[in-house]
């Protein structure tokens, strides 16, 4: 009877054990399920970072596009401005030798010392757009609509004035030569396309606007 109570026991605890295998292979199944499938959730995630990259790079792209496009109100404003701003610096170079103020010899001074670079700036676009950059001497008076361009018999009147009479002059002529240049750079801002020009038209709409102020104070019209 004994013998028989201890055969049951052994079976029974060999059917325990058996059953314990059986669990921990069930839960190596198990775990060999979650593992693939948490592989599976990380290749899932992969492609979603590349999208983000694409967009990335194709934001770029566009931000790129956006700084070298340009249009015709562009290429006007460039070419117009170019010898607008020359005849600003051929007036400027003759108060050195002519002007009596101090305030007009520095105000001319800072004339050229702004618009010599912009210039050559101006210049760079045109080339890069494909553009004829208009020769030096070119003073089409009536096109690209240069407002406050000196006629010839003006500027004549300017190199031969000197003293009191070249400061009143040149800061007339100025004055409307700077009028000029603020309506071409308005124009610019409200149909250009081209990013950086319509920056530089805003830069020229703050600074001229400042000197027309400058140049009105010097004449006693403030």
Known sequence: MIRKRSLMRR????????AAALVLAACGGSGGDDGSAG??????TAPSSAPSSSASASASASASASQGQHNAAD????????PHHRQAVEMADLAPGRAR???VKK?????????????????GWLTSWGEDVPAEGAMDHSSHDMG????????????????KAFDTAFTELMIKHHEGAVEMARTEQ??????????????????????????NALLGKD
């Open 107 to 123: 105000l001319a001074a800072d004339i050229k010392k702004a618009q010599d670079p912009e210039i050559r700036t101006l210049s």
């Open 190 to 215: 409200a149909d250009g396309a081209h990013g950086p020009a319509r920056k530089m038209a805003g830069e020229i709409i703050d600074s001229q606007s400042a000197e027309i102020e400058q140049m």
């Open 39 to 44: 592989h599976g959730g990380h290749a899932a």
């Open 148 to 163: 406050g361009m000196m006629t010839a018999e003006e500027m004549t009147g300017l190199e031969n004035a000197s003293g």
């Open 101 to 103: 103020s101090a305030e």
């Open 11 to 18: 079976t029974a605890v060999v059917a325990a054990a058996g």
């Open 75 to 82: 290429v006007a404003f460039a070419k117009g401005m170019i």
